[in-house]
């Protein structure tokens, strides 16, 4: 079955780096294009990004545009997300989401990682 | 595009049916002819999960109480008889147009 387990997250001074990866099983990932979505309980959902599956097609949010960037490894099955810049605001559980086709609409979500940015 | 759902906070009795809207503020017909309209559930604890696509379409292993209808700006989910299983935040969400956005959420609870 479709698993997608995210890793990375943890507590994180201000403008700090972390990178967020998500291990995928159970589907052919070089053929599915992929999202990175984060939830707070303050702003409830919030998608950041797309990468289509051959990685030429990438989409950032206005909000984090210049400080993520989505990425993937096709030959290990890996979606990546790096962050730079980290503010408070960017506290959040973020989610590493399948797109079913194309790259429009999502179907299977990952259990999701908690980031903490504070000094 | 802003999704704006309603209610915000839907009490149902076991057994009754129960309905959330979705309002986009520009029509979510993509120029491939498609709408790309789904609807989310979150259980408590647990990441959102898949219910409806493209407006009426029933995602794998989703129960047959749930459908969905609408067209343009308006969207419906309904819920033909409340279980125990569907407490949570149901959300709308549009994937027409970059960014992908949701609604705010809509809870449903047990009364």
């Known amino acids: 079955q479709v698993q997608l387990v995210e890793s990375g997250g943890g507590v994180v001074q201000p403008a700090r780096f972390l990178r967020l990866s998500c291990d995928t099983s159970?589907?052919?990932?070089?053929?599915?294009?992929m999202h990175w979505v984060r939830q707070t309980p303050g702003r409830g959902l919030e998608w950041l990004a797309v990468i289509s599956h051959d990685e030429n097609k990438r989409y950032h949010a206005d909000s984090v545009n210049g400080r993520f960037t989505i990425s993937r490894d096709n030959s290990k099955n890996r979606l990546y997300l790096q962050m730079a810049g980290l503010r408070p605001e960017d506290s959040a559980v973020y989610y590493c989401?399948?797109?079913?086709?194309?790259?429009?609409?999502?179907?299977?979500w990952g259990p999701g990682t908690l980031v903490t940015v504070t000094s | 595009i802003v999704m704006t759902q309603t209610p915000l906070s839907l009490p149902v009795t076991v057994g009754q049916p129960a309905s959330i809207s979705c309002k986009s503020s520009?029509?979510?017909?993509?120029?491939?002819?498609?709408?790309?309209l789904s609807w989310l559930q979150q259980r408590p604890g647990q990441p959102p999960r898949l219910l409806i696509y493209e407006i009426s379409k029933e995602f794998s292993e989703v129960p047959d109480r749930f459908s969905g209808s609408g067209a343009g700006t308006e969207f419906t989910l309904k819920i033909s008889r409340v279980e125990t299983e569907d407490v949570g935040v149901y959300y709308c969400m549009q994937a027409t147009q970059f960014p992908i956005t949701f609604g705010q959420g809509t809870r449903l609870e047990i009364k």
């Open positions: 159970g589907f052919t990932f070089r053929s599915h294009a």
């Open positions: 520009q029509s979510l017909v993509h120029s491939d002819g498609n709408t790309y």
């Open positions: 989401v399948r797109a079913p086709s194309g790259l429009a609409a999502v179907d299977f």
